[in-house]
């Protein structure tokens, strides 16, 4: 049971759909409640970004405290489309952060994670990327997606519900799915998508503007793998319009990231 949020500082954000599941805790956390000084300020979890370390460890201490989970796991996102599978007879130990570590654990290079082990933290950074969050309650998995642009080129969404799928034996109809406030179609502006982005995907650029639409993307890879349209949920926040709440990389290169969280009890 989590400690309220008025006693922690804390005030994450979450599914109403995950909310509902047992067994499950999970929340985005916002840059408000944490003790990095600015431009980290103040709930950043990035230790790659320049922060004092010492402020990181302090705001992921009180992430995980808040979850009521004793251990998480963060990757190094490289904006590919690598799954870490971590079955629950993993013990590859040296993987997993803990309360008061000083730094970075041996990270793992993948942007994305599934598991069923217990007590862990699956933690996604963000700073406009979306952070795609799932879990399926029947069998007791979760999943962790880092979803930036690259990532929705490369389907990496789908690529996740493939592995809770085939490895976990995961029904589609059963998972629930939830994005991240990140860069929404006001702010999602590729000047070059000629070069960047494939034509097939135009169908999600603005009709004038240069902005795409990659929640809409996101929704359409998570159903084109069987998940129901009303397990799908998204917070509609855009992290480059909120500066007040989220980290956001296009709008101040120097910033930190904003942990989005989920894990089983
Ligand atoms: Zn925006």
């Given at each position: 049971m989590a400690p309220d949020d008025a006693s922690t500082g804390l005030y994450p954000l979450r599914f109403s759909h995950l909310t509902g599941c047992p067994d499950l805790v999970h929340g985005v956390f916002d840059?408000?409640?944490?003790?990095?000084?600015?431009?980290?300020?103040?709930?950043?979890?990035?230790?790659?970004?320049?922060?004092d370390p010492a402020a990181v460890t302090e705001n992921r201490n009180r992430i995980l405290s808040y979850l009521g989970l004793s251990r998480a796991l963060f990757l190094h996102q490289v904006h590919g489309s690598d799954i870490l599978v971590m079955p629950s007879?993993?013990?590859?130990?040296?993987l997993f952060w803990k309360p008061g570590m000083p730094e970075p654990t041996v990270?793992?290079?993948?942007?994305g994670v599934v598991t069923?082990?217990?007590?862990?933290a699956l933690v996604i950074q963000v700073a406009d990327c979306q952070a795609v969050m799932m879990a399926d309650p029947q069998k007791k998995v979760i999943a962790n997606v880092h979803s930036g642009w690259r990532g929705s080129l490369e389907n990496i969404i789908g690529k996740c519900v493939d592995v809770m799928t085939?490895?976990?034996?995961?029904?589609p109809k059963d998972i629930l799915a939830g994005v991240s406030p990140s860069l929404g179609p006001c702010c999602?502006?590729?000047?070059?998508f000629r070069k960047e982005?494939?034509?097939?995907?135009?169908?999600?650029?603005h009709p004038v503007r240069d902005d795409f639409d990659f929640w809409a993307l996101s929704r359409d890879q998570l159903m084109e793998k069987g998940l129901f349209r009303e397990h799908i949920e998204n917070l509609y926040l855009c992290t480059r319009c909120r500066p007040e709440q989220f980290f956001s990389f296009r709008r101040a290169k120097k910033t930190g990231r904003f942990a989005c969280a989920i894990g089983l009890l």
């Open positions: 840059r408000k409640g944490g003790v990095s000084r600015p431009p980290f300020d103040t709930l950043n979890v990035g230790f790659s970004p320049g922060d007879e993993n013990t590859d130990a040296k990270c793992a290079a993948a942007d069923d082990l217990s007590g862990l085939g490895r976990f034996g995961c029904r999602a502006e590729f000047i070059h982005i494939p034509q097939n995907l135009w169908q999600y650029k």
